[in-house]
């Protein structure tokens, strides 16, 4: 699926939520898009077989969607425990939870994965999700993951993995804010800009902040394999790992 056909889909299903997340972040809606597409991918080596997805923070739907239409084989249950955006999510996404291929978990997300059955998901697909969690929070989040995975199963998160050189890693940053100053600004949008800004720095602090060597050596040391970072964008990426 190319741009444009990606974002007639998004605009057509979520609507003004797509849009004003691409004028903020247009990385963010690249990395959901990606998220898809990989998983896509994995659908496409195990034919015939309905895949089991576990997506952590779902939030509005975006890459919920992007999930959804990466094939008729998959089922998925977006976890997220923010009730003013998983009900949008339900809102826009409705079609799909009627045909049984959608549900919604309402629980943090170590709480749903502790409550997970062992080797019981294909799939962990999520973005900018768990850039969010406390370091050690996150730690749980990695372990509970594989252990849920089945043998075989795909870890796979778009997601904010920061340089290793500080010195790089600060320059974006500086141009991310930029970036929300350029547009929020010509749109008046001044409380959605200080939204982002308060935001951006809890992303940034030493106890959020997933740095890329430490992350990966962190789903290494959580017995992943094949683990994989590719298509960096600036301070965004997409990381695989295979149990």
């Excluded at 959901?32 to 015939?48: F, N, R």
């Excluded at 895949?51 to 094939?71: F, P």
């Excluded at 372990?143 to 043998?151: D, G, H, N, S, Y």
């Amino acid at each position: 699926m190319d741009d444009s056909q990606f974002d007639a889909m998004f605009s057509g299903v979520i609507g003004e939520e797509y849009e004003t997340l691409k004028l903020i972040c247009p990385l963010a809606t690249k990395m959901s898009q990606l998220v898809g597409m990989t998983v896509q991918e994995y659908a496409d080596t195990h034919p015939g077989q309905v895949l089991s997805v576990l997506e952590l923070g779902g939030g509005t739907g975006i890459t919920t969607l992007a999930i959804l239409n990466a094939s008729d084989a998959v089922n998925v249950m977006s976890v997220d425990s923010e009730p003013t955006m998983q009900s949008q999510a339900k809102k826009s996404l409705m079609q799909w939870a009627k045909q049984g291929r959608l549900l919604f978990d309402g629980r943090d997300a170590l709480t749903a994965l502790k409550n997970t059955p062992d080797a019981s998901i294909d799939l962990m697909a999520s973005a900018y999700t768990l850039h969010n969690f406390l370091d050690t929070y996150r730690a749980e989040v990695i372990t509970e993951i594989f252990r849920v995975l089945k043998p075989g199963g795909q870890f796979i998160n778009g997601d904010r993995y920061g340089l290793d050189d500080i010195s790089d890693h600060t320059r974006l940053l500086q141009n991310d804010i930029a970036g929300y100053f350029d547009v929020l600004v010509r749109l008046k949008k001044f409380a959605v800009l200080q939204h982002w800004i308060v935001h951006l720095f809890a992303d940034e602090s030493e106890n959020h902040v997933m740095r890329e060597s430490f992350s990966l050596q962190q789903l290494k040391q959580a017995c992943f394999k094949e683990i994989n970072l590719s298509h960096r964008c600036e301070g965004n990426a997409l990381v695989t790992a295979v149990k």
